[in-house]
């Protein structure tokens, strides 16, 4: 059976979001519109399939964070998979990054997605982690914490960059406008900031810091503010330990993936990713 391989804007649509979801249902994954309408007003693409009655059989979109990419968004409807609708959308998105100059490209793979991204070249970097609060911390030292300003985010940016190698912070900037964020937290050590850290509802994320030091007391104050069976999608497995000792249970979540040249950061300064789909 043939289908139809188009490019769906999804930004202007809110039934376009809602078809997003529906699909990522079929494969009881939760709701991700969230983070495709800014992916998409930031740079990204998503491309889909439709089946012969127009519905969405597959997708996959791609988030530009130069100079880098990232792919997300990987689905395909349980009864029209094996037919190389994913393998199509992935090396379309691929070639759509390396021809617009984002060579480093990264994601998070299942096991079920695995095998197609080493065929084309991927390179496992490590097996991320994931975790659940099982029990809020107690509120610990805050001095030098303050509620994320407008002002505040060519600091972050810049302390982001030394971490990851790329530009995010457009991405997250359009995520705090979602109803469902509720804070972002700053650290600042001798006049400048030291780590930053967003909670949405029910999620904590992305964490970043300089030290172990001053992720552990953004990390406190997130996950105190937080409620039981809020998510943290940790990352790196070094980092597990921090969290664990602020009352998360932590669990293996995808193998961290790359293709071309690293970008030149330390993810050792990533202590919690914003999700899976966008690292």
């Known amino acids: 059976m043939q289908h139809d391989f188009e490019a769906c804007d999804l930004t202007p649509s809110a039934?376009?979001?809602?078809?997003?979801?529906?699909?990522?249902?079929s494969i009881d994954w939760g709701p991700g519109s969230w983070t495709i309408g800014p992916m998409l007003r930031t740079g990204g693409r998503v491309l889909a399939l439709r089946d012969e009655t127009g519905?969405?059989?597959?997708?996959?979109?791609?988030?530009?964070?130069?100079?880098g990419g990232f792919i997300c968004n990987m689905v395909v409807r349980p009864e029209h998979k094996r037919r190389g609708m994913?393998?199509?959308?992935f090396n379309?998105?691929?070639?759509?990054?390396?021809?617009?100059?984002?060579?480093?490209?990264?994601l998070e793979a299942t096991?079920?997605?695995r095998p197609l991204y080493e065929q084309a070249g991927?390179?496992?970097?490590?097996?991320?982690?994931?975790?659940?609060?099982?029990?809020?911390?107690?509120?610990?030292d805050e001095t030098g914490l303050e509620v994320l300003q407008t002002g505040d985010w060519p600091g972050i940016a810049a302390l982001d960059r030394q971490a990851t190698g790329a530009e995010r912070?457009?991405?997250?900037?359009?995520?705090?406008?979602?109803?469902?964020?509720?804070?972002?937290?700053?650290?600042?050590?001798?006049?400048?900031?030291?780590?930053?850290?967003l909670r949405f509802a029910n999620r904590i994320g992305p964490v970043v810091a300089a030290s172990p030091g001053a992720a552990e007391r953004l990390a406190r104050a997130l996950a105190a503010r937080s409620e039981r069976g809020t998510i943290a999608t940790i990352g790196h497995p070094q980092h597990a330990t921090l969290w664990q000792g602020l009352g998360f249970d932590v669990t293996p979540f995808d193998a961290r993936m790359a293709l071309g040249p690293d970008l030149p950061g330390d993810p050792s300064m990533v202590y919690c990713m914003l999700n899976g789909g966008l690292g």
Do not use: C, K
């Open 122 to 140: 991927f390179r496992v970097r490590w097996h991320s982690i994931g975790s659940t609060l099982s029990a809020p911390p107690e509120r610990g």
């Open 15 to 25: 039934a376009h979001l809602d078809e997003i979801d529906e699909l990522r249902a």
């Open 86 to 89: 994913g393998r199509r959308i």
């Open 55 to 67: 519905r969405l059989a597959a997708m996959g979109g791609a988030a530009v964070m130069a100079p």
């Open 111 to 113: 096991d079920e997605g």
């Open 92 to 106: 379309e998105l691929i070639a759509w990054l390396q021809q617009n100059g984002h060579a480093s490209i990264q």
């Open 169 to 197: 912070t457009a991405l997250f900037r359009q995520l705090t406008a979602w109803e469902g964020f509720r804070e972002g937290l700053v650290l600042r050590e001798g006049g400048s900031i030291a780590g930053y850290g």
